[in-house]
């Protein structure tokens, strides 16, 4: 419950998560994408922000084995080969 004697914050922008896989020039991530609502992964791709923002990241290496977790990080599009849903629910 918000404290009533906290204003509601103005800067605060309704977002859907979608889970995703995305391949990077060094390394595959697993984790979520957060999307302004009615976007698709491919519209925040092309959306002029450079970074993509990822929660729950996991991060594998070369082998196939995670190596590191994030629960944010700020991805640069420039660096993103390609990026994909996880069709698990």
């Given at each position: 419950?918000?404290?009533?004697?906290?204003?509601?914050?103005?800067?605060?922008?309704?977002?859907?998560?979608?889970?995703?896989?995305?391949?990077?020039?060094?390394?595959?991530?697993?984790?979520?994408?957060?999307?302004?609502?009615?976007?698709?992964?491919?519209?925040?791709?092309?959306?002029?922000?450079?970074?993509?923002?990822?929660?729950?990241?996991?991060?594998?290496?070369?082998?196939?084995?995670?190596?590191?977790?994030?629960?944010?990080?700020?991805?640069?599009?420039?660096?993103?080969?390609?990026?994909?849903?996880?069709e698990?629910?």
């Amino acid at each position: 419950m918000a404290n009533r004697f906290e204003p509601p914050r103005a800067d605060a922008v309704q977002k859907n998560r979608q889970r995703v896989y995305i391949q990077t020039e060094t390394g595959l991530l697993h984790g979520y994408v957060h999307m302004h609502p009615g976007k698709r992964v491919v519209d925040e791709m092309n959306h002029g922000a450079p970074f993509l923002a990822v929660t729950h990241a996991t991060i594998y290496g070369a082998d196939g084995q995670a190596i590191d977790q994030a629960p944010f990080l700020a991805l640069n599009k420039a660096r993103v080969v390609w990026i994909r849903p996880d069709e698990e629910p």
